[in-house]
């Protein structure tokens, strides 16, 4: 820069934050890979079929970044996820808890590829499978996303 003032994150040291956000984004990544190559997940039903091969890999690198901020989010910041709730994100997925459970499993498989220790995979593990309720609300018989209606 002219006069040779330095930029604020220039100055800064790298902190535990962004090694972490790096980490995280590391998994996130793989993990979403892995989700397009699981034909459990792909194949599960037709609104998934669509998103996966159609809608998904264009979104692919936003929705690898708002998974990464969700993430981080959960562990204590210090990123914000402002994203769509988990429910109405996933709601016309009709995604059924079974899939779920196997989105779940896949995760598990991925922390064990980056050697996540088993404290840590389960603490993660256990805040993902809270939310199976939310992402799963849209494969029920008859189920209506009353939150759209506010």
């Excluded at 204590?76 to 079974?98: C, M, N, V, W």
């Excluded at 064990?112 to 849209?138: N, Y």
Aim: charged share 25%; glycine share 8%; aromatic share 12%.
């Amino acid at each position: 820069m002219a006069g040779g003032r330095k930029r604020s994150w220039q100055s800064r040291p790298c902190t535990n934050a962004w090694v972490e956000i790096f980490a995280i984004a590391a998994v996130v990544d793989h993990f979403s890979d892995q989700l397009l190559d699981n034909s459990k997940v792909v194949e599960a039903n037709p609104e998934l079929r669509e998103w996966d091969t159609v809608t998904y890999p264009g979104r692919l690198p936003g929705l690898k970044w708002l998974r990464t901020l969700w993430v981080a989010s959960l562990a204590g910041g210090p990123f914000q996820y402002t994203a769509s709730e988990l429910r109405d994100a996933h709601f016309d997925l009709k995604i059924a808890p079974e899939v779920f459970d196997e989105v779940h499993a896949e995760l598990g498989r991925t922390l064990d590829h980056f050697k996540v220790p088993e404290r840590e995979k389960g603490e993660v593990l256990a805040a993902f499978g809270g939310w199976k309720g939310e992402v799963t609300a849209g494969s029920s018989q008859g189920a209506v996303n009353w939150r759209r209606w506010r």
